[in-house]
């Protein structure tokens, strides 16, 4: 995978995954289509998935600035 898609894919998941961990657009979501009970997990999944599509942008970052 070249860097600049790596890039593209990090930075992107990381705004969805913040967009959803600070705001509550993924509650709502869930509560009209009726799976509001899905909303006490969401830190579980939200959090971890954030930090790894942040820590992919710092990768993609990081191997840009070795060439």
Do not use: E, H, Q
Not at 24 to 41: E, K, Q
């Amino acid at each position: 995978m070249n860097n600049r898609k790596l890039l593209k894919i990090g930075i992107a998941g990381s705004a969805i995954a913040a967009l959803c961990c600070f705001t509550p657009v993924l509650v709502v979501l869930l509560g009209v289509v009726g799976l509001s009970a899905f909303t006490g997990t969401l830190d579980l999944i939200l959090l971890p998935t954030l930090a790894l599509f942040l820590s992919i942008t710092v990768y993609a970052l990081w191997k840009r600035t070795r060439r």
